[in-house]
């Protein structure tokens, strides 16, 4: 089964670790996907998605989807690791928001949401 075939609002928590091969998904990091994940997550529910990668700054795309999406969300960095938080309400963020490792996400100039139609790999390149 597919996450587009689950039932709407099923996950507390849905994990997105997909990122942190040489050749990323771009698919799963677009705004229709982002719409996707949110209608499976149950109101208050959490996306935490993995971001690392040695090559691509997803960080700004991520920052950029939210923005446009206007969806709370917050980034985590570790030596060896990004992470993102975003759920549909500030709310749901507040426990992972008081925690000083936990900021809001970089905004890139220039960067635009990926969608379907459009992703941009140079643009993001470290």
């Known amino acids: 089964m597919t996450l587009g075939q689950e039932d709407d609002d099923r996950f507390d928590l849905l994990i997105l670790d997909a990122y942190n091969s040489d050749a990323i998904p771009v698919h799963l990091l677009t705004v229709e996907a982002f719409h996707l994940y949110l209608r499976k997550i149950r109101p208050g529910g959490l996306l935490l998605l993995h971001l690392t990668n040695r090559h691509l700054d997803l960080e700004s795309v991520f920052a950029a989807i939210t923005g446009q999406m206007n969806l709370p969300s917050l980034i985590q960095?570790?030596?060896?690791?990004?992470?993102?938080?975003?759920?549909?309400d500030e709310e749901s963020l507040a426990f992972l928001a008081v925690d000083a490792r936990w900021?809001?996400?970089?905004?890139e100039n220039g960067v635009r949401p990926w969608t379907d139609d459009y992703s941009n790999i140079?643009?993001?390149l470290k």
Do not use: E, K
């Open 77 to 88: 960095n570790h030596p060896d690791a990004i992470w993102a938080a975003l759920s549909t």
């Open 122 to 124: 140079l643009s993001i």
């Open 103 to 107: 900021r809001s996400p970089r905004v």
